[in-house]
């Protein structure tokens, strides 16, 4: 049976200096459906700007360890690259490659941003971030 694992990350920024601070992910087919949330050290401060996006500030992460040092790792590595995940994320490419840097790289993925605008051919929405599609 396959996993469907919708998942985020948040990030110290947008760039390809950036690392992963939060992932928050949830199994949705299963009897009592997972939910997790960890918070963790990034290598490089987080900036203002990030903070003011996702509220998660230096002070809050300064006793966490670093992602791939936590406990949380492998057992999200397993589960994100299981042969029967398929990991779900709105704008895959980005969350996608703040966990491939972090040493996590799943299989089978949805983009559900890629989704929103296959399906408004017609351009009609104004936007297909989450919240205006909520």
Not at 111 to 124: E, G, N, P, S
């Amino acid at each position: 049976m396959q996993k469907l694992i919708f998942f985020d990350t948040e990030t110290t920024g947008i760039g390809e200096e950036d690392y992963l601070c939060q992932i928050a992910y949830k199994i949705a087919n299963e009897k009592d459906s997972e939910s997790f949330v960890g918070m963790y050290k990034p290598p490089i401060p987080i900036p203002a700007g990030a903070s003011a996006v996702h509220h998660i500030t230096n002070e809050m992460v300064k006793d966490k360890p670093a992602f791939k040092e936590s406990s949380d790792f492998q057992i999200i590595k397993e589960l994100f690259e299981n042969e029967n995940s398929i990991v779900i994320a709105h704008n895959m490419p980005f969350d996608y490659g703040m966990i491939k840097k972090e040493g996590i790289e799943p299989n089978k993925t949805i983009c559900t941003l890629r989704v929103a605008r296959h399906l408004d051919k017609d351009a009609k929405l104004a936007k297909h971030n989450l919240q205006f599609l909520r």
